[in-house]
């Protein structure tokens, strides 16, 4: 089945040290979302990828980068997690063109920051 | 920007009862409505969908009623089933500039079996 897939489900780092989540996608949908959601929030955006072309969200901390090599893959990098950095984090995909605007979301990554 | 609120916080129904759950939107030009269900340690879920252009759209238990004019849209389901318990974020979107979807704080639905 077509879905977002997201590795690992669950990762632990250490304070200041650095983690990719990885997301990938066989929907060949050309837009990718990061969004961090915390205990009983609704999820924040934190930047999105429209093809190729990089959309930061204005309050997204310089710690929080992202990678997108092709259509199929998409990284965040979390340079220096901090323990205000432990959530889920969400990724999903849109197809956007005439008539289609569903997002759909992967399990999600649930990070801890010892 | 668009900002969404969405109404009560929890909700504890009795099975087969119906649970109602709304949302009112700020931005004129949003014109897409999705109802995601988020299950405890899952990815959001879409379960239901309005444009702009209608009125209300119903898919077997669940109905979602859109009014532009008033600026607030609603999830109803009917014959509820403890199955049905879980996070219910509503969430609105314009389909022109960022796309991106602004999500309500979330509804925590209880279905007492």
């Known amino acids: 089945d077509a879905m977002v897939i997201q590795n690992p489900r669950y990762q632990v780092t250490q304070f200041g040290k650095p983690v990719t989540l990885s997301c990938s996608q066989t929907l060949n949908h050309n837009v990718m979302y990061w969004y961090q959601q915390k205990s009983s929030q609704a999820p924040k955006l934190l930047f999105h990828y429209y093809d190729k072309d990089f959309n930061n969200e204005a309050d997204t901390p310089d710690n929080f980068q992202s990678r997108r090599p092709n259509t199929s893959f998409c990284f965040l990098d979390i340079r220096s997690p901090g323990l205000g950095d432990a959530a889920m984090y969400l990724c999903?995909?849109?197809?956007?063109?005439?008539?289609?605007?569903?997002?759909?979301f992967g399990p999600g990554t649930r990070l801890t920051v010892l | 920007g668009e900002n969404v609120e969405q109404h009560p916080s929890t909700l504890s129904v009795q099975e087969g009862d119906s649970a109602v759950i709304k949302c009112t939107y700020s931005d004129s030009a949003s014109n897409y409505f999705p109802w995601y269900k988020q299950e405890l340690g899952k990815g959001p879920q879409l379960i239901i969908d309005?444009?702009?252009?209608?009125g209300e759209k119903k898919d077997q238990r669940i109905a979602v009623t859109l009014n532009k004019t008033a600026k607030h849209f609603s999830l109803h389901i009917t014959e509820t089933q403890p199955e049905d318990s879980a996070v219910y974020f509503c969430a609105a979107r314009m389909d022109t500039g960022r796309r991106a979807l602004t999500f309500g704080s979330g509804t925590r639905l209880q279905v007492q079996p």
């Open positions: 309005i444009r702009s252009n209608v």
């Open positions: 999903a995909t849109s197809i956007i063109g005439v008539g289609y605007n569903e997002q759909f």
